[in-house]
């Protein structure tokens, strides 16, 4: 074996990411082929792990597939495909019995014939109790038996601590190969070993981009630190098509406690008769919105900015002393020990609560099977943009548009891969660090993080304005040249790659909130006001020539 070959790993598949999306998938293909799954940091660790409200699904008699459609177009305000939106909602009930199969625990209730039902909680902008939960970690089961039945599996080996850095593609070949014939190719991805500090080369015949999504964007946000957007950056890279990324969904209600990182509190607590009020106590949603505290994501979270900023006041406040007590518990243990562990007992104290980054509603653009415009890609989970969530996403849609387009990017998968263990790999140069040093200057960018969180915040937030984005993107450009320049010559470190993925989607989500002049879900500009169907129907598409490294 020549020294350059000891970096390089082949698999069938090679799954990026170990969430919902990433193990559903490679659980089935690895029925077809050896799957590699990188995740870059421990395995579990993933936004799925701490998904609390559950998976929306048809899975009751006082429900119908049209009614969930019919929310779900709603809640996207004209945006989503109801292509996607209808194989979503209808291949939901059979995902979530194959689920169960595989032994996740939902939780359950007796109905009044004395059968055991699954417990339906209910969310906002859903016009029937349909929530499949466990408890309040729905995420923390799914991922528990996901990876207990990966590892089953002969054929999936999980590699943590492996971040990817770029995917390979035609950019990377030398001489006359680098001019794509056609279509662009992916062949894998170059992926850093951080405890040896080398990067390989993931060789596959079909990879599947599942690396979830991007709320450490900002300062405020629920999700964990993995959520930097690394593969809608390696996409983006790569040449493929991004849309909507102005849809960055703010949850209106995570913990407000300074000094400890952001909580989420479910929906499922408004679900069940939580109400939001004012210091002073009175409850305002229904001034907003017919629905009241159960009205879409996107209009409570602005309710709250409006109220927030006409108060001055630093949080509003989620009432649950109304309900049973045990009931309270019972319900959702995690939340209430996680309050009470800071000093607040939600069975007789309001929940000091304030909106936070949440959920990224656009992503590459892939076709109905999880294919994205790049040969051998694909993509799934919330990286993807497959038309489903359009403006604004519906409560537990994310889980559900995870598994089910898991489920049907593996039937095109298999069939690209045809016979196992059968590769063909055009002549894929090793990672080159040449010119590169071993940089003590970390610290000259290391603050580029919290500017970018800070900027975002500031102002691509809940509420925008030409002026603000305008000034995002400058500051953008500057942070992104000098990220740029420190990559160029400096070896691959996690936090960089992190870092320069950060701020290149920064620079998108910008972009795309400038392009969209209209106010629509989850963007609302204060210099477009109004929905402009006329004009604004349609996404906001972006995509750059493809640049490799
Ligand atoms: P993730 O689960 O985020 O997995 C991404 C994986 O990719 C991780 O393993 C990560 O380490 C890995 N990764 C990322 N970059 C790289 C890289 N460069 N190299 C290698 N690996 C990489 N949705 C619902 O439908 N219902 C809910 O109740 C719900 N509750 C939520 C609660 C919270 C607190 C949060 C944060 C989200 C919630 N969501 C919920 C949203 C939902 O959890 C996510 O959208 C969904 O889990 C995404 O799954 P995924 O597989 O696409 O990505
Ligand atoms: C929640 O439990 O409120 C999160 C649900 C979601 O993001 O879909």
Redesign the pocket.
């Known amino acids: 074996m020549q020294p350059s070959e000891l970096d390089i790993v082949q698999a069938d598949f090679l799954v990026?990411?170990?969430?919902?999306?990433?193990?559903s998938f490679a659980l089935k293909v690895s029925q077809h082929g050896t799957v590699a799954v990188?995740?870059?940091?421990e395995?579990a660790?993933?936004?799925?792990?701490?998904?609390?409200?559950?998976?929306?699904s048809v899975v009751s008699t006082q429900d119908t597939f049209e009614l969930h459609i019919e929310d779900t177009m709603k809640g996207g305000a004209g945006l989503s495909r109801r292509e996607a939106v209808e194989l979503v909602v209808r291949e939901g009930p059979e995902r979530i019995r194959e689920l169960m199969s595989w032994g996740v625990q939902f939780s359950r209730r007796k109905a009044e014939s004395g059968e055991e039902v699954l417990d339906l909680g209910r969310e906002g902008g859903h016009s029937r109790n349909r929530i499949v939960?466990a408890a309040d970690m729905?995420?923390r089961e799914i991922e528990r038996v996901l990876l207990e039945r990966a590892k089953e599996s002969e054929n999936v080996r999980i590699y943590e601590n492996?971040?990817?850095?770029d995917l390979i593609t035609e950019h990377h070949l030398r001489g006359e190969a680098r001019t794509p014939r056609g279509k662009l190719h992916c062949w894998g991805a170059y992926?850093l070993d951080i405890e040896s500090q080398k990067v390989k080369r993931f060789l596959a015949k079909v990879t599947l981009l599942?690396?979830?999504?991007v709320?450490q964007l900002y300062s405020h946000t629920?999700?964990?630190k993995?959520?930097?957007g690394?593969?809608l950056a390696?996409a983006y890279r790569a040449g493929a098509e991004v849309a909507n990324l102005e849809f960055m969904q703010f949850h209106p209600t995570s913990l407000y406690h300074p000094g400890t990182m952001a909580f989420?509190i479910?929906e499922a607590v408004r679900g069940e008769g939580g109400i939001l009020r004012l210091a002073d106590g009175r409850d305002f949603m229904k001034n907003y919105h017919p629905k009241g505290d159960l009205a879409p994501r996107d209009v409570v979270a602005r309710a709250i900015d409006q109220e927030l900023k006409r108060s001055g006041e630093e949080c509003v406040f989620l009432d649950v002393t109304h309900l049973d007590a045990d009931f309270t518990r019972k319900r959702f243990p995690h939340i209430y020990g996680q309050c009470l562990s800071l000093g607040i007992d939600i069975a007789k104290s309001w929940i000091p609560v304030v909106p936070a980054a949440?959920?990224m509603c656009g992503g590459v653009v892939v076709n109905l099977e999880g294919q994205a415009d790049i040969q051998s890609l694909y993509a799934?989970?919330?990286?993807a943009h497959a038309g489903v969530h359009g403006a604004n996403r519906l409560?537990?849609?994310?889980?559900?548009e995870?598994v089910v387009f898991a489920h049907r990017a593996v039937q095109k998968a298999i069939q690209e891969v045809g016979p196992t263990g059968q590769f063909s790999f055009p002549d894929i140069p090793p990672w080159s660090e040449e010119g590169t040093f071993d940089s003590e200057e970390w610290v000259v960018i290391s603050h580029d993080r919290a500017e970018i969180q800070l900027l975002m915040t500031d102002y691509v937030g809940i509420v925008r304005s030409n002026k603000r984005l305008q000034r995002a993107k400058q500051r953008i450009h500057i942070i992104l040249q000098e990220i740029d320049e420190f990559y160029r010559r400096t070896l691959v470190t996690s936090d960089l790659?992190e870092l320069r993925?950060l701020a290149t989607v920064a620079e998108l989500v910008i972009r795309s909130a400038l392009m969209r002049k209209e106010s629509r879900g989850l963007h609302y500009t204060i210099d477009y006001p109004q929905r402009d169907d006329q004009n604004w129907l349609k996404d906001t598409v972006i995509r750059s020539k493809g640049a490799g490294r």
């Open positions: 990026i990411g170990s969430g919902i999306a990433g193990l990188i995740t870059k940091k395995e660790e993933s936004n799925t792990n701490y998904a609390q409200g559950g998976i929306a939960h729905t995420g492996h971040i990817a850095v992926v599942a690396s979830g999504g709320g629920t999700n964990p993995i959520a930097t690394d593969g390696m989420l479910s949440h959920y799934c989970g919330e990286v409560a537990s849609n994310s889980l559900l995870a790659i993925n």
